[in-house]
């Protein structure tokens, strides 16, 4: 595993700018990685891993980095929760951690750092420096990962009856006999203009 350092930078790269999501993010998933005992996340780990996060902020750029999950690789997963909260799962293990950024770390940075008014200032030097158990609750979980969700999964490609578009990952919604996406069974995001 590369050191702290040479992952903020790696992080920072990747992000766009150096900020205390960064920190708090190569934290976490360097933390989330040791405990699950996982050390080469590039090298001989690199199908092992996969890891939730719950929120799309600066921090959620810096855990793809550091544990290598990405979108595109269906090994980094998206669920909206809008919580500073991420779970690293071993697929070889079976085990699972939950890392979930305490409320009290900014104001534990306040007290830490009072000296710097500028708050990102203050928590990118305060995240740096505090005792890991300060910054996260730690728990250990069960995560359920079918066949389906896995990285390298080959899916049969089903077509919508109503729209036509093609559906991968046994993401499509029986309804009345009927095959369809998500977007006509009524779960669209967007509207015909
Ligand atoms: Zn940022
Ligand atoms: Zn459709």
């Known amino acids: 595993m590369k050191s702290f350092d040479e992952l903020l930078r790696d992080a ?11 920190i708090l993010g190569v934290r ?7 405990l699950l005992g996982l050390d080469d996340p590039y090298g001989k780990d690199r199908k092992r891993v996969v890891t939730f996060v719950e929120i799309d902020r600066c921090m959620t750029d810096a ?24 779970t690293f799962v071993d697929l070889e293990s079976g085990r699972a951690v939950r890392l979930a950024a305490r409320e009290s770390s900014k104001v534990l940075a306040r007290n830490l ?20 158990d300060d910054l996260f609750a730690v728990q250990w979980v069960k995560v359920a990962v079918p066949p389906e969700e896995l990285p390298g999964y080959k ?5 919508c009856a109503q729209c036509g578009e093609g559906i991968n990952f046994q ?5 009345d006999g009927t095959i369809l996406c998500r977007a006509c069974a009524g779960e669209c995001y967007y509207e015909p203009e």
């Open 63 to 86: 855990i793809g980095v550091v544990t290598g999950c990405r979108l595109g690789k269906r090994a980094l997963k998206f669920r909206d929760w809008g919580k500073v909260a991420a």
């Open 28 to 34: 976490m998933a360097m933390l989330g990685l040791e």
């Open 12 to 22: 920072e790269i990747a992000h766009g700018h150096l900020c205390a999501g960064q």
């Open 113 to 132: 750092h009072p000296e710097i008014e500028n708050k990102n200032r203050q928590q990118m030097l305060a995240y740096r420096e505090m005792p890991a």
């Open 155 to 159: 899916s049969e490609r089903i077509v």
């Open 171 to 175: 993401r499509e919604v029986r309804k």
